[in-house]
């Protein structure tokens, strides 16, 4: 344990990066880079401080816990603190933060001074509030926090995307205020039914003490659950998902999709499960529905893609179907290998989105029959994408495999029909990666001018590449650490349900059965 305040410290750093990258003068502009990948790659350390801090054997909901009252009137703490969920989501962000940064090392023109500043700035912003939002037990901070992630990548979208970039961020940002709004009046109604009092926003004390009767619990379990699905994104809120995506920038991409859109998952179990376990199961068959479809129509649309970011975000539209699945299964596989999914998505994502961005850079365009025979000239690109193609699709031995091999075992335990209707997106996985790779980097070698045949990956971008890559192989064979974190909050949100795994069905052996 440490009596630093580590969350706090891990939104502050950032933040302050942000102040000084935007207040750089015009002349030392190009200092924004460096600095804002510094004060990333602190945040970094203070987050593996953190994770050296935490004790998973702990019986505490919740570790290095910060709180002081804020709006007392209105019960409102500044309350932050982490399970193993959230401590699982923090560290994950501040790795792909600095991954992200460099990536975008040359996303924007060093000659143009304010926006090289600014585009820096916003991506330690909203590092920051991505801390917040999964480090807050506070439900109203939580919320703060949920809708201050917008503004960040609104500008992020609207200001340095694609030529479609503002039809992008204002359909991002509507469907995110929506969400938002809904799960605000479900806030105010929560403290209404909660104990109320100073800290009558506290995760902690709401689990087992909102009061009201079962519709209005109903209610309340929905308004959480449409924020959360919009952000998660499930289909039928998904349609913003594919034009942010392939509109933002790769780097911010990777944030949005491989860190932002789990909020809508870690909500669910956060705020859905464990603050309204019996509106949870009343609403199980809908949701698992809803999990099926998003499996199954992300993965076909996926494959139809000519636009290579866009195939990518409907993957994700699959892939996020599977998470659902898992938590609501309530079993304690299946929670595990969602709460790892959340984690490994996010790095096989990553791969995806930057790998492909690196090869739009090369070639200007993002459609996949523009390209041919890439693997003959940029080779360790080629094997790169490929591996990061072959981690989404769950190839065993690489990162995913464990977690939708949990996740597809832990509902067949309890939803035999819905479990093998989902294991066709495993089938649907291998289509849609196989082909978009065989398309880009298969087949003659093509013609170049002289002297213009693009390069391989340089050193940065294998910078960029190796951590990512690295994260596939070790957490396919020794998931372990990442599972230890996780399974005990997972336990304990079981507990709070009310749920226990299904007892085996096999007789044992000598039965007369």
């Not at 630093?4 to 891990?10: A, D, I, N, S, V």
């Not at 304690?332 to 995806?352: E, K, P, W």
């Amino acid at each position: 344990m440490t009596s630093l305040p580590l969350l706090t410290l891990m939104m502050v750093v950032p933040l302050v990066g942000a102040v000084v990258v935007a207040a750089l003068p015009s002349g030392a502009a190009r200092h924004a880079r460096q600095i804002a990948l510094g004060a990333s790659l602190v945040t970094l350390a203070l987050g593996v401080a953190a994770w050296v801090a935490f004790d998973s054997g702990s019986d505490a909901m919740f570790q290095l816990t910060e709180t002081h009252s804020w709006i007392p009137q209105f019960g409102v703490s500044y309350a932050l603190g982490v399970d193993g969920i959230a401590l699982a989501l923090i560290v994950m962000a501040v790795i792909l933060t600095p991954v992200c940064l460099l990536a975008a090392w040359n996303d924007v023109d060093e000659a143009e001074t304010g926006r090289l500043k600014r585009y820096f700035a916003l991506m330690l912003v909203l590092e920051a509030f991505m801390v917040g939002v999964f480090a807050a037990t506070d439900v109203f901070l939580f919320y703060v926090f949920f809708e201050a992630m917008l503004i960040p990548v609104y500008f992020l979208i609207g200001f340095y995307g694609g030529p479609q970039r503002q039809y992008a961020a204002v359909k991002f940002l509507l469907f995110s205020l929506a969400g938002g709004l809904i799960m605000l009046v479900a806030v105010i109604a929560l403290y209404i039914a909660g104990p109320g009092g100073q800290d009558g926003f506290l995760v902690e004390k709401l689990i087992g003490n909102v009061d009201g009767s079962p519709v209005a619990l109903r209610w309340m379990f929905v308004g959480f659950f449409i924020a959360f699905a919009v952000k998660a994104p499930m289909w039928p809120v998904h349609t913003w998902l594919p034009d942010a995506a392939t509109e933002a920038r790769p780097a911010t991409a990777v944030l949005l999709v491989g860190v932002l859109d789990k909020v809508g998952t870690y909500g669910m179990i956060r705020f859905c499960l464990q603050l309204f376990p019996e509106a949870s199961k009343w609403a199980t068959p809908v949701v698992l529905t809803l999990a099926v479809i998003s499996v199954i129509y992300g993965a076909l649309l996926a494959i139809g893609q000519t636009d290579m970011m866009r195939l990518i975000a409907f993957t994700s539209i699959s892939h996020f179907g599977f998470i659902v699945l898992g938590i609501f299964a309530m079993t304690s596989v299946g929670g595990a290998g969602s709460t790892l999914y959340m984690i490994n998505h996010g790095f096989s994502t990553a791969g995806l989105f930057l790998i492909a961005g690196f090869l739009v850079t090369r070639h200007g365009s993002k459609r996949i029959p523009d390209y041919g025979g890439w693997q003959r000239v940029t080779p360790v690109l080629a094997g790169t994408f490929l591996v990061a193609g072959l981690s989404s699709l769950a190839l065993p031995g690489l990162s995913s495999f464990v977690s939708e091999f949990l996740v597809l075992q832990g509902t067949f335990m309890r939803y035999k029909v819905a479990a093998v209707i989902a294991t066709l997106g495993i089938v649907l996985a291998a289509l849609y990666i196989l082909l978009m790779y065989q398309r880009l980097m298969t087949g003659p070698k093509p013609a170049f001018a002289e002297g213009a045949a693009p390069r391989d990956l340089n050193r940065r971008e294998k910078w960029v590449v190796a951590p990512i890559i690295a994260s596939f192989v070790v957490l396919g064979f020794y998931p372990k650490p990442v599972l230890d974190l996780l399974n005990p909050a997972v336990d304990r949100t079981m507990q709070i349900v009310g749920v226990t795994d299904p007892a085996p069905t096999v007789a044992a052996p000598g039965s007369s059965k």
